[in-house]
Structure formats: C-alpha cells, structure tokens
C-alpha cells in the first residue's frame, strides 16, 4: 500500500516537487536493483534522469519523498508495482519497424514453412501498444491473399511485462500520431476504419489472429505452446548478458524444428553456437534453432 498522506510531514510534502530529481546514490542503487530483480531491466549508472522523468509524477502522486520509501510500497502493493514497471518498460514502438524484418516474413519464412505445413505460429515477445505484431497479421493477410489455399490456422501470441500496454494494444485503435509513425498510407486505407472521434480503428480480420498475454520474459514460456517463428526485438537491449543467455536458450525451448528467431536490428546472438545458427538474408540476419 501507498504511505497514507496522513503520515507525510508538511516538510516531506512540501519537497515532493524537487526530491525525485535528487536522488541518493543509494536510493537508486536500492530502486536498480529491485528493477533488475522483478523484470530484468538493467539500468546503467547513469540513469538517475530516467528513473527522475518516468517516476517523479507517481512519486509525487502517492507522496513517496525517495525512492527506497517507493521500493518499500511498492512491495507491499502490487497495483502500485504494475504502475512502476509500467512505467519504467513503456518504448518507443513503430509499425513495420526496420522494414526488412517484414519482408523476410512475407517472402522467405512463410513459403519455406508453408512446405511442410499449413498452419503457422508466431510469438511476439515484446508486443508494448500492438505495433509489432498487428504489422505480422497484416503481412499474414498480404499473404494469403496473395496465395489463397496456401495458409490456415495461423496464430500470433504476442507478450508484453505492461498491463497498460496491453489494454491498449487490444483495443487496437490508434491516433493519427501514432500511425504516423511507420504505417504505409495504402495499408492504413485497406485494413483501418476511421471512427466518429478521428482515431483508425483496426479491422476485425488483422486484429483477431493476436492473442495478447501478459508475460514477464523472466517467467516460464512453456504455456505459451511452440512457435515457427518468435520476433523477439528491441528488448534484449535492456538485459544483463546473464540474462540475454538465459531467454535466449528458453526461446529455442519453445522454437519447433528449424524454427527461426529474429532480433532487432541493434541486437545480435552471441554464444549459443549449439543452439542457432546465423542466416544472412541481404538485409538483415536472423537465426535458425539447432537440434
């Protein structure tokens, strides 16, 4: 639970304005290494200005005065934990982000999986607001109108750590801000409806092959079932390389045979030699599960 205001002396409340931005080197030492510990979040040293930006408003609103009295509540109170972490994992998302990832999927990845079967099933593991993964389904839908007969029973689970997100994401309504960011004007006309309000709702046949779960990359992905392809892109930046090894070799766990794995474009897979294999695909690598 939150510190009731009630107990916060007139002086601590008056100071809320300023202490967020004056951190202790041990407060923030307390609060990176909470951070790192529920979800994997490694911050450098030099990140007191990021923790200031992203938690001075919520420690203000709950008048916590540092950020070891934040690390206490939210330990205490879960609903307060979610906002935190939400707050401390929402990034930048873009449609169709680096371009090349999408055209891999549309014109190597698909076919070669469709030889060998008709169905197809993709995680996306980092989903945040739906940009990512409702650019798959609309590479899917490229697709299979482009070849009708030739895929069925596709399915995208995409995850996210952020409840917020998530709620966002299902809704799948967007701003003009937000589909400025990447969507091709004749995709935003075929597969976008605009609402009485002036956002573009997403239409029903893109939208409803994503399955959004809540997910922590640090927890078990075995329920999540098994994939032909996992997107997996610009999260593992965030990570100790301890960690990166780790998800890494449980997302091979969860690969099919011959599975592939693609990563953002400032990421790269280093060690597991046993368990994937580089693919150069002129643009842009992406890996190939071993065994």
């Known amino acids: 639970m939150a510190i009731p205001s009630a107990k916060v002396s007139e ?18 030492t307390k609060f990176r290494d909470y951070l790192e510990r529920v979800c994997g979040i490694l911050l450098g040293d030099n990140k007191e200005y990021l923790v200031s930006s992203r938690l001075r408003g919520l420690m203000k ?152 779960r809540m997910l922590n990359l640090l927890h078990a992905y075995s329920m999540l079932g098994r994939f032909d392809i996992v997107f997996c892109r610009n999260v593992l930046i965030y990570f100790s390389s301890e960690l990166k090894q780790d998800i890494l070799s449980r997302i091979h766990g969860v690969l099919k045979p011959g599975g592939y794995l693609l990563l953002g474009a400032s990421e790269s897979l280093s060690g597991l030699p046993d368990k994937y294999e580089m693919v150069q695909c002129s643009p842009g690598i992406i890996y190939r599960k071993k065994g």
């Not at 002086?11 to 923030?28: E, H, I, L, P, Y």
């Not at 999986?113 to 839908?141: F, H, R």
């Open 11 to 28: 002086g601590v409340r008056a100071n809320m304005t300023t202490t967020a931005s004056s951190f202790s080197k041990q407060d923030f």
């Open 61 to 212: 609103e709950k008048e916590l005065p540092s950020l070891a009295d934040l690390v206490t509540a939210i330990e205490r109170d879960s609903k307060l934990r979610e906002r935190v972490v939400d707050a401390m994992t929402t990034n930048e998302t873009l449609w169709f982000r680096d371009a090349h990832p999408f055209k891999i999927l549309e014109n190597r990845l698909i076919p070669e999986i469709l030889k060998n079967q008709k169905s197809l099933d993709i995680w996306c593991a980092a989903s945040s607001t739906g940009q990512e993964p409702y650019s798959i389904s609309m590479v899917i839908e490229e697709f299979k109108r482009k070849n009708p007969g030739k895929l069925s029973g596709e399915k995208i689970v995409a995850t996210d750590i952020s409840p917020t997100a998530l709620d966002a994401a299902r809704k799948a309504e967007y701003d003009q801000l937000a589909l400025g960011r990447g969507m091709p004007d004749d995709l935003l006309k075929k597969y976008f409806s605009q609402t009485a309000s002036g956002s573009w709702q997403l239409q029903t046949n893109v939208k409803s092959r994503v399955q959004f």
